[in-house]
């Protein structure tokens, strides 16, 4: 393992701020992404994170942040391919959770109160050549998180898939492993069915901030994160609507290449 990171999701009404604290080659790092602006730092700061809450103080950005009781899912999100030697693992630590507190970034403040947050972690020694990422906390008891990537795996490539629905307390899962098939997929939509259960996910992506990902164990590839951007998502059971909602703060990354359908 040559990278192993954390990425924390925090927001308001009107306002996004994440957080990813990594090791990569054995060098710390922090990476502070808001709606207007990326920022890099070389070590941690003075910023601690824990899963009651967080103190924040690297540069001209400060403050405390308190989480809730965290959302995490039934088990691995990587299912069995957690037993296997992977480029890039995944892990979800919450789906969402209640936030009380404020960041300061240069004066300006962001006021977390009543906000939500997100937790997931990756590890390994690359971020997949293609790949899509999408995360969303809506204010109806929701959150989604999917991952679609082109996998590596003992000399062939696969298309894999990993998705949680967090709906009013139950979770919705497909994966590759449960025998998800992916209808269609591009960077703006992607459909997804699972036997009884269909997931459509709409995405217009306003313009993302270039950050450092790693490559061969170093931070060498730069990817786009747009950390807030408005979104459609509607899951199906058995040909009935469960839910259809919006948002304007969803978060998207995209490198699909042979991923589009």
């Avoid at 929701?142 to 795996?153: K, R, W």
Wanted: with cysteine; glycine share 10%.
């Amino acid at each position: 393992m040559k990278f192993n990171g954390y990425y924390f999701k925090h927001e308001n009404e009107n306002q996004t701020i994440a957080f990813i604290l990594g090791i990569c080659n054995g060098e710390k790092f922090t990476q502070v992404v808001t709606d207007e602006k990326a920022y890099w730092f070389d070590g941690f700061g003075g910023c601690k994170f824990s899963e009651k809450g967080a103190i924040i103080d690297i540069g001209d950005i400060k403050g405390h942040i308190n989480y809730g009781k965290l959302t995490p899912i039934k088990y691995d999100i990587m299912g069995p391919f957690k037993y296997f030697p992977m480029e890039c693992r995944h892990g979800i630590i919450s789906m969402r959770h209640a936030l009380n507190g404020a960041v300061s970034i240069g004066g300006e403040v962001i006021d977390l109160d009543n906000g939500l947050g997100y937790i997931e972690k990756d590890s390994g020694v690359s971020f997949p050549k293609s790949y899509l990422w999408f995360q969303c906390s809506f204010a109806q008891n929701c959150s989604v998180s999917l991952s679609m990537a082109d996998i590596p795996f003992y000399g062939f490539n696969f298309k894999g898939c990993i998705c949680v629905v967090y709906y009013k307390g139950k979770e919705y899962r497909m994966a590759t492993y449960l025998g998800v098939r992916i209808l269609f997929c591009n960077s703006e939509k992607v459909l997804l069915k699972q036997g009884k259960y269909v997931l459509a996910v709409n995405v217009y992506p306003r313009k993302g901030h270039d950050l450092p990902a790693p490559q061969n164990g170093i931070m060498s590839r730069i990817i786009t994160e747009c950390l807030a951007c408005p979104a459609r998502v509607r899951l199906y059971v058995k040909d009935r609507l469960l839910f259809d909602l919006r948002s304007d703060r969803a978060s998207f990354e995209v490198s699909a290449g042979s991923l589009i359908t």
